[in-house]
């Protein structure tokens, strides 16, 4: 009599699951597209192609999708932020290295950093993001006011009006910039601190 084989395993076909940081991505990617406020989470989860309980085993709830987000964005300005503050040298100079840190930050993280831009304050998580944002602005502000009074920035416009200038060509990079289209991160921050410094800079200074 032949031996009975055991049934054969049903092998279960399906999409690949989602670990935080994949997940993070799309949900990134989706508000981007949609805004943040006309994302949901069904929206979310027919994208991912797995069930909301699936999402919330990750995460709580959207709002702590968004400051996973936002916070991937702030952290990177903060850490070049904290390098700068421990250099050594003229302001001016460390002034530099903060447009092409952030410039770096930008070019690596450009899907968060594109989010952390187009938040409102129309939750308690954007409004967290936007007082660290005014917290690194300020820090900005700073170091013109010493590279003013240290002479190397031309003294006739406002520290924070330059200031605001600087970070704001900075930010208008993602509106145009794409990886897939050959400038690197280094060649983007070499052109934006040609344009920016040379009309910062004191003619016939030091």
Not at 61 to 90: C, H, I, N
Request: positive net charge; hydrophobic residues 40%; aromatic residues 6%.
């Amino acid at each position: 009599m032949p031996t009975a084989q055991p049934p054969t395993k049903a092998v279960r076909r399906g999409r690949p699951g989602y670990d935080l940081e994949s997940l993070l991505q799309v949900a990134t990617r989706l508000f981007n597209e949609r805004g943040y406020d006309g994302t949901s989470m069904e929206d979310l989860s027919r994208k991912l192609g797995i069930t909301k309980s699936a999402i919330y085993h990750h995460v709580p709830s959207k709002q702590e999708l968004l400051r996973l987000a936002v916070d991937r964005a702030l952290d990177g300005l903060f850490e070049v932020a904290d390098q700068v503050e421990a250099m050594p040298g003229r302001a001016i100079d460390r002034l530099e290295h903060l447009v092409r840190g952030s410039v770096g930050v930008l070019v690596d993280r450009l899907p968060y950093v594109t989010l952390l831009l187009r938040v409102r304050g129309n939750t308690k998580v954007e409004r967290d993001a936007l007082a660290r944002r005014r917290e690194f602005d300020r820090f900005v502000a700073e170091l013109v006011k010493q590279a003013e009074t240290e002479g190397d920035i031309r003294p006739d416009i406002d520290p924070n009006v330059t200031a605001r200038l600087l970070f704001g060509l900075v930010n208008s990079l993602i509106e145009w910039y794409r990886p897939s289209r050959g400038t690197d991160g280094a060649e983007l921050a070499d052109a934006v601190c040609k344009i920016t410094f040379d009309g910062m800079r004191v003619r016939n200074g030091r």
